[in-house]
């Protein structure tokens, strides 16, 4: 299995190469284009000890901070801007999921709300 998670490593570093455009990790006010953050969450879904609770390597610390640590090198931020970023984007996901399964009722309950991420 270890060789897996380096090949999915390396696959990462690949798949990087065209966010060299992002502003180092001294501007902290980089901005995000809708690019790099679909970059930045195709290297997030490659890490399974991220978010899949089911893999056995999630509650392993180091390679999580191996994980972190690679995508937040790939894209020439801070560890701490990746963990944040991927949290804001999560955050976002969520209010889009809730907004287009929540039921209205009353005024407008014929309303369809179309979300721009689903």
Sequence with gaps: ??????????????????????????????????????QLIELFATNFCLYNVTEGSYHDRDKKRKATSEIAKAFRIKDDDFTKKIKNIWTQYIREQQNVTQRKTGEGADDVYVSKWI
């Design 1 to 38: 299995m270890a060789s897996t998670t380096s090949s999915s490593s390396s696959e990462n570093n690949s798949n990087a190469s065209p966010s060299a455009t992002i502003a180092p990790s001294s501007c902290s006010t980089a901005l995000w284009t809708h690019e790099m953050i679909l």
